[in-house]
């Protein structure tokens, strides 16, 4: 796995796991400075089963990645991480604690980790070659060729957003 992708997902080991039906109802509470782009009722059953992200949503999130990461890595537990739902599809679970971050950081959760493990399986692909995408591991979402083409022209600030120690500052 490339540094990047081990980077991002860093933080997502080893959470304790939650259901997407969990994760949805973990949602329900409002976003504040939700992105005007991320729906407002997405479908609970897949985290990854929304729209592909946008690079304007791809540059919020690599401001806000640092923050996360910094949050995640000072708990005594990850907080979020891939897995492969009841269906035998990539999904992704995430703790309450953990969304409440990513809405103190202005995202609506199922949003911001739909672009976390979009982001972290094309950081993958671009490390180990797209070959790849045919046979991914399990619990990996598929990425879009545009979200491919977005992670590489964004790639060095996302490296530097997976392995920052202190985040700067969030432009609000």
């Not at 009841?86 to 990513?102: S, V």
């Not at 199922?110 to 797209?130: K, N, P, Q, S, W």
Request: aromatic content about 6%; glycine content about 4%.
């Amino acid at each position: 796995m490339s540094l990047g992708a081990q980077a991002l997902f860093a933080a997502q080991a080893a959470a304790p796991a939650q259901s997407p039906r969990q994760n949805a109802a973990a949602d329900k509470q409002p976003a504040k400075n939700a992105p005007a782009t991320a729906k407002k009722d997405l479908p609970a059953q897949n985290v990854y089963a929304q729209d592909p992200y946008t690079e304007k949503e791809l540059v919020r999130f690599i401001e806000s990645m640092p923050h996360f990461l910094t949050w995640a890595r000072s708990g005594s537990t990850p907080q979020a991480h891939p897995v492969t739902n009841a269906a035998g599809k990539p999904d992704f679970t995430y703790t309450p604690e953990a969304a409440a971050k990513t809405r103190e950081l202005g995202w609506e959760p199922r949003r911001f980790f739909c672009l976390m493990g979009r982001t972290a399986a094309a950081l993958y692909l671009v490390g180990e070659g797209t070959d790849l995408m045919l046979a991914l591991p399990p619990d990996m979402p598929t990425v879009t060729a545009a979200e491919m083409a977005l992670v590489r022209k964004h790639l060095a600030a996302l490296l530097r957003a997976g392995a920052s120690d202190s985040p700067p500052a969030l432009a609000r």
